[in-house]
């Protein structure tokens, strides 16, 4: 069966709209739920859904997509690179990821490079399939991402929230909260609603680490993404911590 997404887009090129982050974590929790992962789990060992997410229907455009996770991957100037998402009218229907398994030999940055590759396939695979490009396209990912690169930010949204959902981590982090008495901010999150949050620079930070360590082990990612998405939910502000709307 394939998976089965929409969003806002273009009619004629299948392209997205201008998308907020709010609707992005919204495609990535549909994709989360049809991936078969149980309610109360929270680690998303997405190098074992890959025969899952071998057809894809997009704002109803139909594709298949060819995943190989065992080879070293360069990009068109020769340099490794962390994974990539091609298409080539020669292959029509299809969108080709390579993610650089024999490099990434940490689970967790295997699993967020993954899902970062597929945020690029959810995206960009229905217009490429709809309307091909000329010649072959790459998308090749770094590691780093540049805050002008719209097609890096998006699915760089589209992976946090797909490993770590808000939802489930705001039902975490009081859990833990509770359980470390960690004094609640007087300002509430700015991003998800009715939802307490927590200043790191008033807390501390031994507690603070554990507390993100905790959460980074039970969502399998690391403890720099978890920190990212606490900071990006508005959960735990930093003091230089600017919140991007």
Not at 215 to 242: C, D, I, P, Q, W
Request: net charge positive.
């Amino acid at each position: 069966m394939a998976l089965q997404v929409r969003y806002p887009h273009s009619e004629q090129t299948a392209s997205p709209k201008s998308l907020s982050h709010k609707q992005i974590w919204a495609v990535a929790t549909s994709v989360r739920s049809q991936l078969h992962v149980e309610s109360c789990q929270r680690n998303l060992p997405l190098e074992q859904r890959i025969p899952r997410l071998g057809r894809m229907v997009v704002n109803e455009v139909h594709f298949e997509v060819d995943w190989d996770l065992e080879h070293n991957v360069v990009n068109h100037a020769g340099r490794p690179v962390m994974g990539a998402t091609e298409y080539d009218k020669a292959s029509p229907g299809c969108v080709m990821v390579s993610v650089n398994g024999p490099k990434l030999r940490n689970d967790t940055l295997l699993r967020s490079t993954i899902a970062h590759e597929l945020g690029h396939v959810v995206f960009e695979g229905p217009a490429w399939v709809l309307c091909p490009p000329e010649q072959p396209v790459q998308n090749s990912f770094t590691g780093r991402v540049s805050s002008r690169d719209v097609r890096e930010v998006r699915a760089n949204e589209f992976m946090g929230a797909l490993l770590v959902p808000a939802l489930m981590l705001r039902v975490d982090l009081q859990r833990l909260a509770r359980q470390h008495r960690l004094q609640r901010s007087r300002r509430p999150s700015e991003v998800l609603t009715n939802t307490p949050a927590y200043d790191a620079g008033k807390l501390d930070p031994d507690i603070i680490a554990d507390v993100i360590f905790e959460l980074a082990e039970r969502y399998g990612v690391s403890e720099s993404f978890m920190r990212v998405r606490l900071e990006r939910y508005n959960l735990l502000r930093s003091t230089t911590h600017k919140l991007e709307r």
